[in-house]
C-alpha cells in the first residue's frame, strides 16, 4: 500500500515537473533478538540502547542488504527522485554514527569513521543508481560537527564518494554576536543570516572534491515563529542564497514542516536558486515586489525593510525558538496571581505517547530561553524586533483601501499584521511577568504604579487579540504549527483569553489594588514572605 501511494504521489508530481524524494534514516539499529540478527549476526555493532545495535556496515552483508534495498525502492518506484538520508546524528545507524572515537565494534574498531560512513552511503546510492542512473543521493550527516567535531566534519567533507552529495546544515554552530557577546546557535534560523564557518569550509571541500554541496535552511519560516505561512523577510534570503552561490552550493532543502506554503518567501527562494543572480539586494526587493504590487513596490520594499530590521533583533537563543512565546503569545494567559506553571513546547499539541493536550503556557518564563541571556536582554530584543515589524505592517496598512479587491495582497498584509502583533504580545508577556515578580517586594507607592502598568498591559493585549481575531477569521493559515500538527491558536482560543483578561480587570485587580492598600504581603506562600 505504501509503495503504490509513493507512485501515485510521484506521477502525479511528475507531471509538473516535480521530483519526490524520500527522507530516511538509514540503515536503523538492530534488535538484538530479531530473526534478522540471529540469521546474521554480523549485522549486529556496537550497542546502542536497550536491545538494540548499532547496524555494522563494516561487513559484506551489511553493504548488499543496503544496495539491494535502495534498488528495491527504485525499481517499484519508477521516476523516484532520490533519498535524503540522514546517517550521523539522528537516531542510532551505523558504528559511528554518533562518536568518532574507535568503536567498540570489532570489525569498525580497525577502520577509520571515514571508510565506515562512506562505504555505508556509497552502498545506498550503487542501489538506486543501478535502477535510475538520474536519481539522487543526498547524504546529509546532521549532527556530524558536534558529535565528531569540526575538523573531522570538513575533513568527511572532502572525502565523499563518487555519486553522493553532501548536504549540511546552513547555520548549525554559527557564532552570532547579541548584546555584546558572542553566541553559538544551531538548526534552524531565519533572522540569522549565517553561514558557520564549519558549513563554508565544507563546501569549499566538497566542491574541491569534485562532489555537489547542499544547503539545509528554512526559507518560509523558522524555529523562531513557526505559525504564520511565511515570515516576509526575503532581504535576509537574499543574503544567504548570494553566499551559497559565492561558495558553488549546487542545491537547497528549504524547510522541515513548517515554513512550504506558497507566499513571498519560497517565490523569492525560487528566484534565488538560479542563475543570473541578482546584482544586488535592493534590486532584487524591487523586482520581487513589483510582481504583486506595482506601483507600489516601493513602499513595500520599505515595509520589508523595516520588518528585516526588527526581525534581525531576534533573541539568538535556541531555546526561545522551542518554548518562547513568539509562535502563540495572543493565547498565553497572563496570571496576576502566580500560578507557577509550566511553560508548554512550540512544536507540540499535545504528548504523543499519551496524546493527552498540553494546557496553556503558564508564568515560569525563565524556562522560555537559557543561559545566553538575561531576562533583560530577552526582553530588549523582544521590544526591538515588534518595535521595527509594526513600523513595516503601517507602511502595508496603509496600502489596503487599494487592495479591497485584492484578496491575496489582502492577506499578505494580514500576515505582517499577525506576526507584528505576535511579536508585540510576545514582548507584552514578558514583561507584565517580569513586573510582576518585582511587585511583591517594592515599596506601596511603587507597588501602586506598578499595578497600573501591567493594568495597561491587560489593556493594550485586549486590543491586539480583538485585531487579531479578525484576521484568523479572515485566513485559516494563521497560527497553524504543521510540526506540532495543529493550530497553536485559532478564533475560539483568542476568545477564551480575553475572557480571562477581562476576569483580571473586573476582579484580580480591584482585589490586588485593595491589599496593596492596605499594605498586606503580597503572595506570602509564593514569595516566602510572612
Known amino acids: 500500500r505504501r509503495l503504490e501511494k509513493l507512485r501515485r504521489t510521484v506521477a502525479q508530481c511528475g507531471r509538473y515537473g516535480i521530483r519526490i524524494y524520500t527522507y530516511c534514516n538509514e540503515p536503523r539499529p538492530v534488535t538484538a533478538d530479531s530473526p534478522e540478527a540471529k540469521a546474521h549476526p554480523e549485522l549486529l555493532g556496537a550497542k546502542a540502547y536497550a536491545n538494540r545495535h548499532y547496524f555494522c556496515t563494516s561487513n559484506p552483508t551489511a553493504l548488499a542488504y543496503l544496495e539491494e534495498g535502495m534498488r528495491g525502492l527504485f525499481t517499484a518506484v519508477p521516476g523516484l527522485g532520490g533519498i535524503i538520508n540522514i546517517s550521523i546524528g539522528e537516531g542510532g545507524s551505523h558504528c559511528y554514527s554518533y562518536s568518532p572515537a574507535p568503536s567498540p565494534c570489532p570489525r569498525c574498531a580497525k577502520r577509520s569513521p571515514f571508510e565506515v560512513l562512506n562505504d555505508t552511503v556509497a552502498a545506498m546510492a550503487r542501489g538506486m543508481h543501478a535502477a535510475d542512473p538520474t536519481a539522487e543521493c543526498i547524504s546529509w550527516p546532521y549532527g556530524q560537527y558536534w558529535s565528531w567535531g569540526d575538523d573531522m566534519t570538513v575533513e568527511s567533507a572532502g572525502r565523499l564518494p563518487p555519486g553522493v552529495i553532501l548536504q549540511h546544515n546552513f547555520e548549525s554552530s554559527s557564532v552570532g554576536e547579541q548584546c555584546g557577546r558572542q553566541i553559538r546557535i544551531f538548526d534552524y534560523w531565519l533572522s540569522f543570516i549565517g553561514p558557520s564557518r564549519v558549513f563554508a569550509d565544507c563546501a569549499r571541500a566538497a566542491v574541491k572534491n569534485g562532489s555537489r554541496m547542499f544547503a539545509k535552511l528554512q526559507v518560509g519560516c523558522s524555529h523562531e515563529v513557526a505559525t504564520a505561512p511565511f515570515v516576509p523577510v526575503p532581504g535576509h534570503l537574499y543574503r544567504k542564497y548570494k553566499i551559497m552561490h559565492d561558495l558553488g552550493v549546487s542545491g537547497v532543502m528549504q524547510c522541515w514542516y513548517f515554513g512550504n506554503y506558497p507566499g513571498t518567501m519560497n517565490k523569492a527562494a525560487g528566484e534565488l536558486a538560479f542563475a543570473p543572480f541578482p546584482a544586488s539586494e535592493d534590486e532584487f526587493l524591487g523586482s520581487l515586489a513589483r510582481r504583486d504590487w506595482g506601483a507600489d513596490a516601493p513602499a513595500v520594499v520599505r515595509a520589508w525593510k523595516l520588518c528585516q530590521r526588527g526581525y534581525g533583533h531576534f533573541p539568538l537563543n535556541h531555546v526561545f525558538g522551542w518554548y518562547g512565546p513568539m509562535h502563540d503569545a495572543p493565547v498565553w494567559p497572563l496570571h496576576l496571581e502566580p500560578a507557577d506553571t509550566l511553560i508548554s513546547p512550540s512544536w507540540l499539541i499535545a504528548l504523543h505517547s499519551t496524546q493527552e493536550p498540553f494546557s496553556a503556557s503558564g508564568d515560569r518564563i ?148 485593595a491589599c496593596i492598600r492596605r499594605g498586606e504581603a503580597l503572595w506570602p506562600a509564593y514569595t516566602g514572605q510572612q
Open 366 to 513: 525563565g524556562e522560555c530561553f537559557y543561559y545566553t541571556h538575561t531576562l533583560a536582554e530577552i526582553l530588549f530584543l523582544c521590544r526591538q524586533m515588534a518595535r521595527y515589524w509594526n513600523r513595516g505592517v503601517r507602511i502595508l496598512k496603509g496600502l489596503l483601501p487599494r487592495y479591497a479587491a485584492n484578496e491575496p495582497r489582502r492577506l499578505d498584509i494580514g500576515v505582517a499584521t499577525a506576526l507584528g502583533i505576535q511579536f508585540e504580545s510576545g514582548y507584552n508577556m514578558l514583561r507584565f511577568y517580569a513586573l510582576r515578580e518585582e511587585l511583591p517586594w517594592q515599596p506601596q507607592a511603587e507597588q501602586r504604579r506598578t499595578l497600573a502598568a501591567l493594568k495597561r498591559i491587560v489593556r493594550r493585549e485586549l486590543q491586539r487579540d480583538a485585531e487579531l481575531l479578525e484576521l484568523c477569521r479572515a485566513d485559516s493559515r494563521l497560527g497553524f504549527h504543521s510540526e506540532a500538527e495543529g493550530y497553536k491558536y485559532f478564533p475560539a482560543k483568542i476568545e477564551w483569553r480575553m475572557a480571562q483578561l477581562q476576569r483580571l480587570l473586573d476582579e484580580e485587580f480591584p482585589a490586588l489594588a
